[in-house]
């Protein structure tokens, strides 16, 4: 990995539509980074941006962030379709970077991207956010510890109104946060995969999607999208054979842990058997608490400084992205079940 010198690390940020706002605010307080540039192709953004923040160069054109040898490391905030041609811009000038979510549009564009950042000695990141957060953090802890016993499904609402997106569908806007988290909490990935959905308000782009799951080891998933609600849900269920989770993002008490369920008696004659049902405690953990997106970009900047991307950080963007192709494939096929043995 090529050396870091020993003064804050350069960023530039490109893009300051929905996401780029947090990711600036941020960036100016991030240890051991320094924010050198903006750039927006939107001039009165660009501009409105520049006046909170006078010290830092704004240019309408990333060539000019690409282009300027004393910047270390470029953050991509920019549309979907464009995080694969600017990210490999970005490497092939000898930035490190970071990618928003998904990393790019194919499993293909993502392999392509983690070789050339690999070639160049260069760090190469993305935005799983939502991995960050105490709640998911928490969760995680609850099944390796075997809390929550064996998992039998977990069910997820993602839905708010709006934000259409006008070059992709609501499986790549909103579906790499739930894809992040399934396959962070359960460490594997799907054998199949199918999608239902229909493109309610602009013709060929897919507003509200279902996507299901089945894991190796039995979990199944279901997971619902939409950009058609009339309120905002982040809003997912994990029930195990011991103990349930609600974790709901936003809430005040953002992880509830259920002790009910229902226990099984072998019957003692065929054709009978006998359910109890276990209703307990409800139990809201304490938590941590720090900003998921400051933690993420501090992760960024150590990394560059370390020479290197997280243990498995790149493999879990791929196979995100490998998710999102296969759900939209399958939804583009009606509902077909696609099958990902040897996906990945």
């Known amino acids: 990995m090529g050396e870091i010198r020993p003064q804050e690390l350069r960023v530039g940020l490109v893009g300051l539509g929905y996401w780029g706002p947090n990711l600036l605010r941020v960036l100016v307080d991030v240890q051991g980074a320094a924010l050198r540039s903006i750039c927006d ?3 009165q953004r660009l501009e409105h941006f520049a006046r909170r923040h006078p010290n830092v160069r704004a240019s309408t054109c990333i060539d000019d962030l690409l282009g300027d040898p004393e910047l270390d490391a470029v953050v991509l905030a920019t549309p979907i379709h464009t995080h694969y041609d600017l990210a490999l811009e970005s490497l092939e000038a ?11 549009r194919s499993g293909e564009e993502a392999q392509a991207l983690i070789d050339l950042a690999s070639a160049n000695d260069r760090v190469l990141m993305c935005g799983q956010t939502f991995l960050h957060s105490p709640p998911v953090r928490a969760t995680k802890r609850l099944i390796e510890d075997g809390e929550l016993g064996d998992i039998y499904f977990i069910s997820s609402s993602r839905v708010n109104l709006g934000l259409h997106q006008r070059d992709v569908s609501v499986i790549w806007d909103l579906g790499p946060h739930d894809f992040s988290i399934l396959l962070y909490w359960l460490d594997e990935f799907p054998d199949t995969i199918t999608t239902v959905g229909r493109d ?9 999607a279902f996507v299901t799951l089945h894991f190796p080891s039995g979990v199944l998933a279901n997971i619902e999208l939409s950009w058609l609600a009339p309120g905002k849900l982040r809003r997912t269920v994990v ?3 011991k103990k349930m989770v609600v974790y709901e993002d936003g809430s005040p008490e953002p992880i509830r842990v259920f002790n009910h369920g229902v226990i099984y008696e072998d019957p003692e004659t065929f054709g009978q058997y006998h359910l109890s049902y276990r209703t307990g405690d ?3 953990p304490k938590l941590d608490s720090f900003e998921p997106i400051a933690v993420e970009m501090d992760e960024f900047v150590r990394s560059v400084r370390a020479g290197g991307a997280p243990p498995g950080h790149l493999e879990l963007g791929h196979r995100v992205v490998k998710l999102a192709e296969a759900a939209q494939d399958s939804l583009d096929r009606d509902g077909a079940r696609i099958a990902l043995a040897g996906v990945v």
């Not at 000898?94 to 790019?104: D, Q, S, W």
């Open 41 to 43: 192709c939107d001039e």
């Open 282 to 284: 409800i139990v809201s």
């Open 94 to 104: 000898g930035k490190h970077t970071f990618v928003e979510k998904p990393l790019a």
């Open 239 to 241: 029930v195990g054979s």
């Open 200 to 208: 309610s308000v602009v013709r060929g782009v897919p507003d509200v």
